[in-house]
Nanobody, 125 residues
Framework: QVHLVESGGGSVQAGGSLRLSCVAS????????MAWFRQAPGKERECVAT????????YPADAVKGRFTVSRDDAEYSASLQMDNLQPEDTAVYYC??????????????????WGQGTQVTVSS
């Protein structure tokens, strides 16, 4: 059963923007904290943004602060990641993730129960 479906990846030049979306079949959606992770070749999966069920956002990766914006739309059962001023080092497979926790999100891979299929983001210089 597929719980999270991602879309919006692609290829852009440095300085460009992309918006990733994740639609969930999890209910009630407001009870789920959402997060975006990325994994580049040969590197560990890292958390770039989280948003709790109550809408609190966290950006644990210093490299994306000020450039990435996470949001959620509970009416549309979705979460999004707006990525601006993309750089070649942002190239990775991006994953959305969900955990049943209204009050807090997490930046740890192991604490998420549901994962999207991943979407490739490639930034050329």
């Amino acid at each position: 059963q597929v719980h999270l479906v991602e879309s919006g990846g692609g290829s852009v030049q440095a300085g460009g923007s992309l918006r990733l979306s994740c639609v969930a079949s999890l209910r009630p959606f407001y009870n789920y904290a959402m997060a975006w992770f990325r994994q580049a070749p040969g590197k560990e999966r890292e958390c770039v943004a989280t948003v709790s069920g109550r809408g609190i956002t966290v950006y644990p990766a210093d490299a994306v602060k000020g450039r990435f914006t996470v949001s959620r739309d509970d009416a549309e059962y979705s979460a999004s990641l707006q990525m601006d001023n993309l750089q070649p080092e942002d190239t990775a497979v991006y994953y959305c993730a969900a955990r049943p926790n209204y009050y807090s999100a997490s930046i740890k891979v192991a604490e998420y129960d549901f994962w999207g299929q991943g979407t490739q983001v490639t930034v050329s210089s």
